[in-house]
């Protein structure tokens, strides 16, 4: 992935609800909303380089985890040549029409065939396209709404029940802590079926380069997400024993990712369709450089990365 910005048209105070005491939870409220008042205009200025330093870096690992194989179960995948006569695949050419495709810089003579041609015109027209009772994407009724309804009772709303994060330690006794316990749990989304233009998928921008945009939540209909984080401590200053709500809200949340990949023509051309479900047979395309004993590329060269990753 070599961009992924997201935008944010406007953020509110945390909001962190349910402590024991009443008191406790006004005046956390009184002070989140004061930092937003005094910082709010920072923050929102801080937050692309966090989302630059922390994002990119770590969905970089990930990617890099998996297009390796060294995490990922590829036993059942084609094996993948080491180099192909036929070198990389480019976008243009495997996602646009001949006309479009020569227009973008490609060959414009179809060397991949149609098949994900057609693919691309079908989500612009059935997903991406307006539907025209709502002015807005037909992926939110067709695709989103469905889908959240099917899984938490209401559309647009996604609900993750189980736990996310444990820790639990009994070995801190040299701060004064006697144990500490904390988990998150009970994440949830709603509002995600509120998808807006500008709305783009899957756009060649240069030969190995796709850039996508997603724009979601309104000013009425903000995208929200909760969560439950239970704190249990018991130290030589004080004992704590709560469960707090863990609420954001995004007004207009814009993402632009911008997707570099370098996956090999011959494989392309000899995928099996039975694997055409298994992701981890997409990524089994990926030209892999060569790597050290240690699992280290051995060269500099780049064949899937994030680039850059920023929230504004």
């Known amino acids: 992935v070599t961009k992924l910005i997201l935008s944010l048209g406007n953020v509110d105070p945390f909001e962190l609800k349910g402590f024991s005491s009443s008191g406790v939870d006004d005046a956390i409220a009184s002070a989140t909303t004061a930092l937003f008042a005094e910082y709010g205009d920072e923050i929102s200025a801080a937050l692309p380089v966090l989302m630059d330093i922390i994002g990119r870096s770590t969905i970089n690992e990930l990617m890099s985890k998996d297009s390796d194989g060294s995490e990922s179960n590829t036993s059942f995948c084609p094996d993948v040549p080491e180099s192909s006569k036929d070198g990389f695949v480019d976008f243009r050419d495997l996602f646009l029409n001949a006309t479009s495709a020569l227009k973008a810089g490609g060959s414009g003579d179809m060397p991949y065939g149609d098949?994900?041609?057609l693919a691309k015109r079908f989500v612009d027209d059935e997903l991406v396209a307006a539907d025209p009772e709502t002015g807005?994407?037909?992926?939110n009724s067709l695709l989103i709404g469905p889908l959240t309804e099917a899984q938490s009772g209401d559309s647009g709303k996604l609900i993750i029940a189980e736990s996310l994060f444990e820790?639990?330690?009994s070995d801190l006794s040299t701060v004064g802590v006697e144990k500490m316990e904390l988990s998150l749990y009970d994440a949830?989304?709603?509002?995600?079926?509120?998808?807006?233009y500008p709305?783009?998928?899957m756009v060649p921008s240069g030969r190995h380069t796709i850039d996508?945009?997603?724009t979601i939540g309104t000013s009425t209909m903000p995208l929200e997400a909760s969560m439950q984080l239970a704190v249990l401590l018991s130290s030589d200053y004080f004992d704590m024993d709560d469960v707090v709500n863990?609420?954001?809200e995004l007004d207009t949340a814009s993402i632009d990712a911008s997707i570099m990949a370098m996956l090999l023509a011959k494989s392309l051309m000899e995928f099996p369709l039975s694997d055409f479900g298994n992701l981890n047979c997409w990524l089994a395309m990926i030209s892999v450089p060569e790597l050290d004993e240690d699992?280290?590329?051995m060269s500099e060269t780049v064949s899937l990365a994030l680039a850059q990753l920023a929230m504004s």
């Open 167 to 169: 820790y639990s330690s």
């Open 246 to 248: 863990l609420r954001v």
């Open 212 to 214: 996508n945009k997603l």
């Open 188 to 196: 949830g989304m709603n509002n995600m079926d509120t998808v807006q």
């Open 136 to 139: 807005l994407p037909r992926v």
């Open 115 to 117: 098949m994900m041609a």
């Open 295 to 297: 699992g280290y590329s």
């Open 199 to 201: 709305l783009s998928v």
